[in-house]
């Protein structure tokens, strides 16, 4: 089985600009949840999603949403970058809500200059 | 918020020798979880500890959740160079919908 896939791997974006990023779920994971990780610290949680639901929200500005599909998968969306914005954003997969097991995708590093 | 904080940041050790890596969180947690990643990787999951003083282990890895579900600790006994990464605890907040990741310590291993 394939493991969680992001897309791309790597952007490069400017202040101001909009991203899209995309993450598909391990195979029967109906539960994503997406966290943005800085150089030299840990993941910080910014959304969970199950379901097609938001369940839970990290302490993110509104610049930052998210939806999940009807087949799992998800986006992940930011607005307005700023270069504080530069980082690993990751994605990863459960197979139902709450807080057991999770699978981690390869990431998606974006720059902003 | 709910914050959990790991020490030490940084540990260099020689091949064989032990690591330990502890964790703390400012709330009660229903559970600990622990992850690997290695330089340039994503976080791996290695174990979920849910009982109040409940200790397991994988192979050298030894992992205890504390009496008061607060704490938790890693014990690499033997170090290899395979073990070279960061090791991150995490625990999910009262509502259960958000995780908390501690900052994470980064073992490196001198061979």
């Known amino acids: 089985d394939a493991g969680v896939t992001q897309s791309p791997t790597h952007l490069i974006k400017t202040r101001g600009q909009h991203v899209t990023l995309r993450c598909s779920p391990i195979?029967?994971?109906?539960?994503v949840s997406w966290y943005q990780q800085v150089l030299g610290q840990g993941p910080q949680f910014i959304f969970q999603?199950?379901?097609?639901?938001?369940?839970g929200r990290g302490n993110f500005p509104d610049r930052f949403s998210a939806r999940q599909f009807p087949n799992y998968s998800s986006e992940l969306n930011v607005n307005a970058l700023l270069l504080g914005d530069s980082a690993l954003y990751l994605c990863?997969?459960?197979?139902?809500?709450?807080?057991?097991?999770?699978?981690f995708g390869p990431g998606t590093r974006l720059t902003v200059l | 918020g709910q914050q959990v904080m790991q020490i030490p940041q940084y540990q260099h050790v020689q091949e064989g020798e032990d690591f330990t890596t502890y964790c703390n969180s400012s709330?009660?947690?229903?559970?600990i979880q622990w992850y690997k990643q290695r330089p340039g990787g994503h976080p791996v999951f290695l174990i979920q500890?849910?009982?109040?003083?409940e200790v397991k282990k994988q192979k050298r890895l030894t992992f205890q959740f504390g009496e008061a579900k607060k704490n938790s600790s890693l014990h690499i006994t033997a170090t290899q160079t395979t073990d070279v990464g960061t090791y991150f605890c995490?625990?999910?907040?009262?509502?259960?919908?958000?995780?908390?990741f501690g900052g994470g310590t980064r073992l490196m291993v001198k061979p």
């Open positions: 990863a997969s459960r197979q139902a809500g709450g807080y057991n097991e999770q699978f």
């Open positions: 995490a625990g999910p907040n009262n509502a259960g919908n958000m995780l908390t």
């Open positions: 999603y199950y379901e097609k639901e938001e369940r």
């Open positions: 195979s029967g994971h109906k539960s």
């Open positions: 500890l849910v009982k109040s003083g």
């Open positions: 709330t009660t947690l229903s559970n």
